[in-house]
């Protein structure tokens, strides 16, 4: 595809750079992947470009996906309806049986599903790694997208219900990581702007990951500038542990002892926080991905989102993955994130519709560390950008744009999207990804996985 120049014209633009700024009937210019103009009026053409008509649509930043796992949605609701760390048992039990190319597959399918929704950065946190061809599979599949994305390698050493296979010391999952980095970041010039960065982190501490490891991650993490990703205090079984086996009051008071929290690093879920470990995350600058319709299904309860925000801590969105959501779609986090919060302080105005559009852009780019780089629409920036289909009868009349965006906007809405200023979709069609072929493909994935998987 080719990204020297494109213009989309005769749009509305959300640009997602402050309240209440919206420019009616404006152009986008992208050069080479960075925009160039954002403007109102009509655009100058340009040699060559590709021009796309904007006309009743909304043009905005692409969605942030602060967590997920992208294979998961071959596990769309095989367990349901049990505690939670039971649930969570026999989702490390797929480690057992899983292979890269169920891992290919999943991904791949994930990724269409993010795309098709709007989605053009999302975060994978990797925690199922049996040997080091299922990662490497992973990352390729998100390559082959073309979304922006983000990488988190994580590591389990220790736990109950954690499978021998899955399990690693330190250095053996420092030198895979290392190998990933290495295989990936040999293409392009080194000051090209890449779609794919990388992080690491402990798993679900500390019921996977012991405090030695906790310590020599932040080491391996300083070393060699990567983030931190992690699941934190989802559950209150999580706590309970935490409580029982370290004496420690909370899981953000326990990652605190080893050196976790900083501004590299993203918690998510974050459910189960006392007033002082919001202050504790706030002071750190460490971000939180709130993923709302993944806590509802797995009974987790509700994130103190508004208790963070007010304490200044950076929260972005995230989906979780399919196998405790069973979808990919970000336009109904945002809501559940919205309406979940009105539900628990009983105040319908307690969070407004542009702090939850934020949490999925702005504010979920800045988490992941990509804040200058995408996030809003704006000169400079790359093009991450989506239109929407706002004449849609579920749209119609538009009285407040970005309270619709919010609670009236569905992922099918999403008329084209652009990352890195590749046209990925273009009238919902996929210009890089064979759509037929992913699904077909995840299928028979889907089914050679629940082969492999011993009964219940």
């Known amino acids: 595809m080719d990204t020297a120049a494109i213009t989309i014209t005769g749009c509305t633009i959300l640009p997602m750079t402050g309240r209440g700024e919206v420019i009616e009937a404006g152009h986008v210019t992208v050069v080479d992947g960075t925009i160039v103009a954002v403007d109102k009026g009509a655009a100058p053409a340009r040699e060559g470009e590709t021009r796309i008509d904007g006309r009743g649509k909304v043009l905005m930043p692409g969605l942030v996906n602060a967590h997920t796992h992208l294979y998961q949605v071959l596990l769309r609701a095989v367990w349901e309806d049990m505690p939670f760390l039971d649930w969570l048992e026999r989702i490390y039990g797929v480690a057992r049986v899983l292979n890269p190319e169920h891992a290919a597959a999943g991904t791949l399918l994930g990724c269409l599903e993010n795309l098709k929704g709007g989605v053009t950065t999302v975060c994978e946190h990797n925690f199922l790694n049996p040997g080091p061809e299922c990662a490497v599979a992973t990352v390729d599949a998100m390559g082959e997208s073309g979304l922006r994305g983000v990488f988190a390698r994580t590591i389990m050493d220790t736990g109950e219900i954690v499978p021998e296979c899955t399990r690693e010391t330190p250095q053996t999952a420092f030198t895979r990581i290392e190998d990933l980095m290495a295989r990936h970041r040999v293409n392009g010039a080194p000051e090209a702007p890449r779609r794919l960065t990388f992080r690491t982190g402990p798993n679900t501490p500390p019921i996977n990951a012991s405090p030695d490891l906790l310590r020599e991650i932040r080491r391996f993490a300083d070393h ?16 309970e542990v935490t409580r029982r ?37 706030a002071e750190t600058r460490t971000a939180v991905s709130h993923n709302p319709v993944s806590n509802m299904m797995l009974g987790d309860g509700i994130a103190p989102v508004v208790e963070m925000l007010a304490a200044g801590v950076r929260v972005g969105l995230g989906t979780d993955g399919a196998a405790s959501n069973h979808g990919q779609d970000l336009f109904e986090t945002m809501k559940a994130a919205s309406l979940l919060q009105k539900v628990k302080h009983q105040d319908a105005g307690v969070i407004d519709p542009y702090s939850v559009l934020r949490m999925a852009t702005v504010d979920g780019a800045a988490a992941l560390g990509l804040g200058s780089v995408c996030g809003t629409v704006e000169a400079g920036k790359r093009a991450d950008l989506i239109l929407l289909d706002v004449e849609k009868p579920h749209f119609q009349p538009v009285n407040d744009l970005v309270s619709q965006l919010v609670h009236c906007a569905k992922a099918t809405d999403v008329d084209t999207v652009v990352a890195d200023g590749e046209v990925l979709m273009r009238e919902r069609r996929c210009t890089r990804l064979d759509e037929e072929g992913v699904v077909r493909r995840a299928q028979a994935a889907r089914r050679d996985l629940m082969e492999r998987m011993p009964a219940a």
């Open 245 to 281: 086996t370290l004496d420690r009051a909370g899981v953000v008071e326990h990652l605190k002892d080893c050196g976790i929290p900083g501004e590299d690093a993203i918690f998510a879920h974050s459910v189960h926080l006392s007033p002082d470990e919001v202050r504790h995350l």
């Open 224 to 239: 060699h500038s990567i983030g931190i990703s992690a699941h934190v205090a989802e559950s209150a079984s999580v706590v």
